[in-house]
């Protein structure tokens, strides 16, 4: 009834739902997420001014990136 997927299909799905339950669980983990340190780390760029903040994120985003590619790399290895 369906054509059959290709690879490239299989992929995207896997995906969608391997972010869907991550979105899930840090839903439900939230309360003890905000405790830890990410946001706050070393090399984190935070600029305060008098009616101004700019906050960049600079390690922690490095850090979810590695960490996420690594996953990736991981999951989708043969």
């Known amino acids: ?3 059959e997927n290709d690879e490239s299909e299989i992929l995207m799905q896997r995906l969608l739902i391997l972010s869907g339950i991550l979105l899930l669980l840090a839903g439900l983990l939230w309360p003890w997420l905000s405790k ?9 760029i935070v600029i305060e001014r008098e009616n101004f903040r700019l906050y960049f994120p600079l390690t922690t985003g490095l850090l979810v990136s590695l960490v996420l590619s690594f996953l990736l790399w991981w999951w989708t290895r043969k």
């Not at 830890?36 to 090399?43: H, S, T, V």
């Open 36 to 44: 830890l340190p990410f946001g706050r780390l070393p090399g984190d």
């Open 1 to 3: 009834m369906f054509p």
